[in-house]
């Protein structure tokens, strides 16, 4: 009996902590265009911030973004040209 009840509470307290958490509303969105800099020029360290669902995007650490715009649309993050995000995505 005494386990019963213990299992019980542990369900119930379970249940109202899993109720209780609200999901999680992001404020902005990140895109890393490289994340290793150095001599490659293929992963300089470059990130696009944008707030939560648009396309007006920063460039922070803005080097050569070219080929980190182009892995980003690999990877289907764009779905658009690469021409398209440095004109019309990223603000000057």
């Known amino acids: ?3 019963t009840n213990y299992l019980l509470l542990s369900f119930f307290l379970l249940t109202i902590n899993a ?4 999901p999680t509303n992001y404020a902005f969105q990140v895109v890393p265009l490289g994340i290793r800099g150095g001599i490659d020029e293929s992963n300089l360290s470059a990130y696009l911030l944008a707030p939560a669902n648009t396309t007006d995007f920063i460039c922070l650490d803005a080097g050569t973004i070219n080929t980190g715009i182009q892995k980003a649309i690999e990877k289907k993050v764009f779905k658009t040209t690469t021409e398209t ?3 019309k995505y990223i603000e000057v």
């Open 85 to 87: 995000v440095l004109k």
């Open 19 to 22: 109720l209780a958490q609200k």
């Open 1 to 3: 009996m005494k386990t």
